[in-house]
């Protein structure tokens, strides 16, 4: 990208908004940021991944690399004895007799192949194994309480879609090449089935009985032991077969990761085109995978071959609830009664949302406020051209001005008149955003994000610059729509659609600080990662390396000693000056702003889990409103860095870890409150209901029999 002498980027070589080339402009390094906290990791956590490694490794020793007595140092004829009588106790002496005949034939191959197939059998044990030591308590706490189930579900989505090529890298980096490795990536893959199948069979047991066991004096422990979980049983068995399954269409990535198995003879066949080496391993393999198949099949579950078998387990490993044949008819809802109507708006919250209206428009308008003047505010960070700027002023949307903390007053600025108006004209029709909750979270989300940029610091480059009063006004209005859209919160009669338990929300609590945790490292990890020459070479060093080479001369000896100074200054230099923090006096300093909103969001789940009273559940509704609104601007401080920063940065700068841990902060307290705000809806009241009674028909306790479904 060219730079004209002033300073000022060349428009006429700028790509066009349609041009492929411009994506190069808004780049986000997602990479940079893994690769920041792999190294990290990596350098500073090593105890905690030997704790992660040990169970791995005990066990990996214990069944297989153990040369006292394992599976590998065992006699042939003892473990195909061993197998065919656990397949006796497990299914009969049919599976059991065919099971020995089949390990005997894996035997025949060849020595070779016997160590292999012992190695596999041993390999897939311990992955199945640990997958149901953490597989089925994560699966019986997602069944028992949805705010688990919320948290876990899309991180089984994101293992089941990010590849394991993906994940398999940072294994091997915290922990080498081999098996230990090689058996993480098996369960990261193959684990989600039987958690899935495990919160469905809890989730499918019949409330009439659990609540029969419950009426009967019986404490939850035994509610789950002896009722649940043997009635669950079917489907926690069918998990345990899917995993096994997955684990064995893995085996080919461990052969690649460096662990044994016959999936490395298969691997060196392909490597070598050896025909018969991968005919007499994929045989193996095939029996193998036959064996632990109907070994692990629960019974009355004969049907099928494994080859289709293992092809519904693939097709079905994003949905595996599909495999249960007596999965439940979904409940068709009640239809709701005919004579019903949405509450009236109440006086509060015509007052609160007039307010939250002004507060939205005054947020738009000071996006064409100035918000800096003489240089880029955040992108004199990542833009060279951008620390000189003499005499331009630059507004809330522009690159060098607010960029995307300025779209972000806009964005939610309109939010928040669009929810105020139509709950003013509908109350309670149309989607969850047109609602006092919107109006509250809009005016976080700019006070935040806004406040933010007021109190961030320009580059330690950047010699003259002033601040605007656009920033100062955004915040200001986010705080006007906060108190409205607060008010209108408060005063909406709101009411879920069916009774909360009545017990504090550990969760939400656990959410909070996990929050708090993340922003704080977040404060102190690397904002901005600065590699380009021109900066981490200072003049003191660029002088220093002039005099280094005009005192080596034409003196050869000389000149290498001298070589390795200047690569030595230039390697220290990098290390010193590329790494700016959350509290870096040359940085923006980003880490008071985010560590605020942190510990406000943190404050706010303490009311929002109910640990000041439960008996208003109205407010709790409010009170988690406010959590996911500090969530918002929490993460929009982090997106404001990213985007503002991406939509400039020159080669070589990187935004750095810390605005990422900020976003996902930020998201976590979003998903700690949604879960509450989702079951809340506008009161419904009878139409010949007295019109006196409406007006705080979310307060009295009787009253709310009418709110939800009717």
């Given amino acids: 990208m060219g730079i004209l002498s002033g300073g000022v980027l060349a428009q006429s070589e700028q790509p066009g908004f349609f041009d492929n080339e411009v994506l190069d402009e808004f780049t986000v ?47 042939w004829i003892a473990v195909v004895l061993l197998i065919s009588f656990i397949a006796y106790l497990s299914r009969n002496l049919q599976v059991a007799v065919f099971v020995g005949l089949a390990l005997t034939l894996c035997g025949l191959l060849g020595s070779d192949h016997w160590d292999e197939t012992a190695k596999t059998i ?14 089925i308590p994560l699966g019986i706490l997602s069944g028992r309480f949805d705010s688990v189930w919320n948290v876990i579900r899309p991180t089984l989505d994101a293992m089941q879609v990010v590849h394991s090529f993906v994940y398999m890298l940072p294994m091997v980096f ?11 990536v098996t369960m990261v893959f193959a684990i989600p089935p039987l958690i899935r199948l495990t919160n469905l069979g809890i989730r499918q047991v019949p409330e009439d009985v ?25 489907a926690i068995m069918t998990g345990l077969n899917q995993t096994l399954l997955l684990s064995i269409s893995m085996l080919g990535i461990a052969a690649i990761m460096g662990a044994g198995g016959l999936g490395l003879l298969v691997f060196r066949a392909i490597n070598n085109l050896n025909t018969g080496l991968a005919a007499s391993a994929g045989l193996a393999l095939f029996l193998v995978a036959v064996v632990l198949d109907r070994i692990s099949q629960r019974e009355g579950d004969e049907d099928g071959q494994l080859l289709s078998r293992i092809r519904r387990a693939w097709s079905a490993r994003n949905n595996p609830e599909v495999l249960l044949e007596d999965a439940p008819t979904p409940v068709t809802p009640l239809r709701e009664a005919a004579k019903v109507r949405l509450a009236s ?41 951008d620390e000189t700027l003499a005499g331009m002023a630059f507004n809330g949307i522009d690159a060098s001005g607010g960029s995307w903390y300025g779209f972000a007053a806009i964005a939610f600025g309109v939010l928040a008149v669009a929810a105020s108006v139509f709950t003013i004209m509908k109350p309670g029709t149309g989607p969850q955003f047109f609602s006092p909750a919107m109006a509250a979270i809009s005016g976080f989300a700019v006070m935040i994000s806004s406040a933010s940029f007021l109190l961030a610091e320009p580059s330690y480059l950047i010699e003259t610059i002033s601040q605007g009063p656009g920033p100062l006004v955004a915040t200001i209005a986010g705080l006007i729509i906060l108190v409205g859209g607060a008010m209108a919160t408060f005063a909406a009669p709101y009411a879920p659609r069916r009774p909360l338990p009545d017990k504090i929300a550990w969760n939400r609590i656990f959410a909070g600080t996990v929050a708090l945790g993340l922003v704080v490292i977040a404060s102190f990890s690397g904002w901005s990662f600065d590699e380009r020459a021109d ?38 230099a990098r290390a010193e000056d590329v790494i700016l923090d959350g509290w870096n006096g040359n940085g923006a300093q980003l880490g008071l702003p985010t560590i605020l909103a942190g510990a406000l969001g ?38 404001g860095w990213i985007a503002s920063t991406a939509r400039v940065a020159d080669s070589n700068w990187f935004s750095g870890v810390g605005a990422f841990l900020t976003m996902v902060a930020g998201v ?22 007295p019109q006196a009674d409406l007006a705080d028909v979310s307060g009295d306790a009787d009253e709310k029999v009418l709110a939800g479904a009717i």
């Avoid at 390094?29 to 990791?41: C, D, H, L, R, T």
């Avoid at 915290?174 to 993480?184: D, L, N, R, Y």
């Avoid at 070479?537 to 000693?561: K, N, S």
């Avoid at 976590?668 to 209901?689: C, Q």
């Fill in 345 to 385: 708006l109440t006086s509060g919250e015509r007052t609160g949302l007039s307010i939250a209206t002004v507060g939205g428009v005054l947020a738009v308008v000071s996006a064409f406020l100035t918000w800096n003047k003489d240089a880029g505010w955040i992108s004199g960070y990542s833009r060279r051209s």
């Fill in 535 to 572: 900066v981490i070479i200072t003049p003191e060093i660029r002088e220093e390396i002039e005099r280094l080479r005009e005192e080596a001369g034409d003196d050869v000896t000389l000149q290498a000693a001298n070589a390795q100074k200047i690569s030595n200054l230039a390697n220290g």
């Fill in 210 to 234: 659990v609540e029969a066991s419950r009426a009967f004096g019986a404490p939850e422990l035994r509610v789950l032991v002896d009722v649940q979980l043997p009635l669950a049983r079917p």
């Fill in 602 to 639: 943190f404050l706010l789940c303490i009311p929002g889990a109910g640990l000041l009273g439960r008996e208003n559940e109205q407010r709790l509704w409010a009170y988690n409103v406010l959590v996911a609104g500090a969530g918002v601007g929490l993460a929009l401080i982090g997106v």
């Fill in 29 to 75: 390094p997602f990479g940079e940021w893994i690769a920041q906290m792999v190294f990290w990791i990596n350098s500073n956590m090593d105890p905690l991944l030997q704790v992660f490694k040990a169970p791995f490794s005990f066990l990996m020793w214990l069944v297989v690399d153990n040369r006292t007595f394992s599976i590998l140092t065992a006699p």
């Fill in 668 to 689: 976590l307290l979003i998903m700690s409150a949604r879960t509450t705000i989702s079951e809340f809806d506008r009161v419904k009241v009878y139409t010949d209901a």
């Fill in 122 to 135: 041993g390999m897939i044990f311990v992955a199945v194994v640990l997958c149901a030591i953490i597989g």
């Fill in 174 to 184: 915290f922990f080498g090449i081999g098996e230990v490795s090689a058996t993480m």
